[in-house]
């Protein structure tokens, strides 16, 4: 097992394989900044005049996680919808 600690203002980022859809990044990983752990997505980009380059997007993990198990729990309290023309 790792002892590995991340530290503050660094991260990594790694391929992903983008076997689901063309949209997802082409690169992932977390960083920490000033404190807050990140999630970081980064797409290769290329410009009107051809000059390669990378977008990014962070999200804080406790965002993410936060909206996943919100997201979670709308689907399991959501009512079902049933069909009234059933005839039984």
Excluded at 40 to 60: H, P, R
């Amino acid at each position: 097992m790792s002892n590995y600690e991340q530290k503050d203002n660094s991260g990594a980022m790694f391929v992903n394989d983008k076997k689901e859809s063309d949209t997802h990044p082409d690169r992932k990983g977390s960083a920490m900044i000033d404190g807050t752990d990140y999630w970081v997505s980064g797409w290769i980009n290329e410009s009107k005049s051809g000059t390669k380059y990378m977008s990014l997007k962070f999200t804080a993990k406790d965002e993410a996680q936060s909206k996943g198990v919100a997201q979670a729990k709308q689907a399991v309290s959501a009512p079902a919808e049933f069909d009234e023309d059933i005839p039984f």
